[in-house]
Protein backbone atom coordinates (compact mmCIF):
# COMPACT_ATOMS: atom_id res chain seq x y z
CA UNK A 1 0.00 0.00 0.00
CA UNK A 2 1.51 3.44 -1.05
CA UNK A 3 2.10 6.00 1.82
CA UNK A 4 1.20 9.25 1.39
CA UNK A 5 4.17 12.32 1.19
CA UNK A 6 2.85 12.97 4.61
CA UNK A 7 3.26 10.14 5.87
CA UNK A 8 6.48 9.13 4.49
CA UNK A 9 8.04 12.83 5.41
CA UNK A 10 6.63 11.89 8.81
CA UNK A 11 8.06 8.82 9.77
CA UNK A 12 11.69 10.38 8.65
CA UNK A 13 11.50 13.29 11.00
CA UNK A 14 10.52 10.38 13.90
CA UNK A 15 13.35 8.33 13.18
CA UNK A 16 15.77 11.43 12.94
CA UNK A 17 14.57 12.14 16.09
CA UNK A 18 14.81 8.68 17.52
CA UNK A 19 18.54 8.74 16.32
CA UNK A 20 20.14 11.99 18.78
CA UNK A 21 19.67 12.17 22.71
CA UNK A 22 16.93 14.40 23.03
CA UNK A 23 17.06 15.73 26.88
CA UNK A 24 14.41 18.13 27.39
CA UNK A 25 12.58 17.62 30.78
CA UNK A 26 9.42 18.72 31.21
CA UNK A 27 10.70 21.09 34.17
CA UNK A 28 12.94 22.86 31.61
CA UNK A 29 10.17 23.10 29.22
CA UNK A 30 8.63 25.02 31.47
CA UNK A 31 11.06 27.41 32.82
CA UNK A 32 11.69 27.74 29.25
CA UNK A 33 8.12 28.89 28.49
CA UNK A 34 7.85 31.11 31.76
CA UNK A 35 11.38 33.01 30.97
CA UNK A 36 10.24 33.85 27.32
CA UNK A 37 6.83 34.98 28.55
CA UNK A 38 5.48 33.82 24.65
CA UNK A 39 6.68 33.16 20.74
CA UNK A 40 10.54 33.49 21.40
CA UNK A 41 10.05 34.73 17.64
CA UNK A 42 7.32 37.48 17.51
CA UNK A 43 6.39 37.26 21.41
CA UNK A 44 2.94 36.54 20.46
CA UNK A 45 1.20 34.75 23.90
CA UNK A 46 0.01 31.70 23.06
CA UNK A 47 -1.88 29.21 25.41
CA UNK A 48 0.19 26.03 24.06
CA UNK A 49 3.27 27.30 22.67
CA UNK A 50 5.44 24.75 20.49
CA UNK A 51 8.62 23.38 21.24
CA UNK A 52 10.80 24.89 18.10
CA UNK A 53 14.23 23.69 17.49
CA UNK A 54 16.58 27.06 16.90
CA UNK A 55 18.62 24.70 14.93
CA UNK A 56 16.27 22.42 13.24
CA UNK A 57 16.37 18.43 13.22
CA UNK A 58 16.88 18.17 10.14
CA UNK A 59 19.94 19.97 10.39
CA UNK A 60 21.69 18.22 13.17
CA UNK A 61 19.90 19.78 16.32
CA UNK A 62 18.43 18.31 18.84
CA UNK A 63 15.44 19.12 21.74
CA UNK A 64 17.77 20.21 24.52
CA UNK A 65 17.77 23.04 26.68
CA UNK A 66 20.16 24.96 24.68
CA UNK A 67 18.62 24.59 21.71
CA UNK A 68 14.38 25.14 22.31
CA UNK A 69 12.49 27.80 22.32
CA UNK A 70 8.65 28.23 22.53
CA UNK A 71 7.37 29.37 19.30
CA UNK A 72 4.11 30.04 18.29
CA UNK A 73 2.14 27.89 16.02
CA UNK A 74 2.57 30.38 12.69
CA UNK A 75 6.07 30.71 14.12
CA UNK A 76 7.00 27.18 14.36
CA UNK A 77 5.15 26.35 11.17
CA UNK A 78 6.67 28.90 9.27
CA UNK A 79 10.19 28.43 10.18
CA UNK A 80 9.69 25.05 9.20
CA UNK A 81 13.81 23.77 8.82
CA UNK A 82 15.27 26.95 7.90
CA UNK A 83 18.34 28.53 9.98
CA UNK A 84 16.67 31.51 12.44
CA UNK A 85 18.55 34.38 11.70
CA UNK A 86 17.97 33.94 7.78
CA UNK A 87 14.56 33.15 8.63
CA UNK A 88 14.40 36.24 11.14
CA UNK A 89 15.45 38.42 8.19
CA UNK A 90 13.13 37.27 5.79
CA UNK A 91 10.10 37.74 8.27
CA UNK A 92 11.31 40.84 9.25
CA UNK A 93 11.67 40.41 12.69
CA UNK A 94 14.00 41.37 15.28
CA UNK A 95 16.99 38.95 14.76
CA UNK A 96 19.45 40.78 17.52
CA UNK A 97 16.78 41.21 19.96
CA UNK A 98 15.99 37.64 19.85
CA UNK A 99 19.74 36.68 19.99
CA UNK A 100 20.57 38.70 22.59
CA UNK A 101 17.60 37.02 24.96
CA UNK A 102 17.88 33.96 23.65
CA UNK A 103 21.61 34.24 25.20
CA UNK A 104 20.43 35.85 28.20
CA UNK A 105 17.91 33.52 28.82
CA UNK A 106 19.91 30.23 28.35
CA UNK A 107 22.51 31.85 30.83
CA UNK A 108 20.10 31.93 33.60
CA UNK A 109 18.55 28.64 32.71
CA UNK A 110 22.25 27.42 32.72
CA UNK A 111 23.17 29.24 36.34
CA UNK A 112 19.85 28.07 37.81
CA UNK A 113 20.74 24.52 37.00
CA UNK A 114 23.81 24.45 37.83
CA UNK A 115 22.67 25.91 41.28
CA UNK A 116 20.32 23.42 41.84
CA UNK A 117 22.83 20.77 41.21
CA UNK A 118 24.90 22.35 43.89
CA UNK A 119 22.12 22.81 46.35
CA UNK A 120 21.15 18.31 45.33
CA UNK A 121 24.26 16.53 45.77
CA UNK A 122 22.33 13.26 44.22
CA UNK A 123 22.16 16.18 41.24
CA UNK A 124 25.74 16.53 41.11
CA UNK A 125 28.06 14.67 38.47
CA UNK A 126 30.41 11.83 40.33
CA UNK A 127 33.52 13.45 41.22
CA UNK A 128 36.62 12.83 39.11
CA UNK A 129 39.86 10.84 40.45
Do not use: H
Not at 36 to 44: R, T, V
Not at 64 to 88: F, H, I, M, Q, Y
Not at 102 to 110: E, F, K, N, P, Q
Request: charged letters at 30%.
Amino acid sequence: MARSRKARLGARRRKRVAAVVNDLTDEQWSALREAWGGCAYCGAVDDLPQRDCVLPISRGGRYTVDNVVPACRSCNSSKCNDEVTGWLRRKRLDEQAFLRRYVDIRAVLVAAESAAAVSDPAMSPPPVE
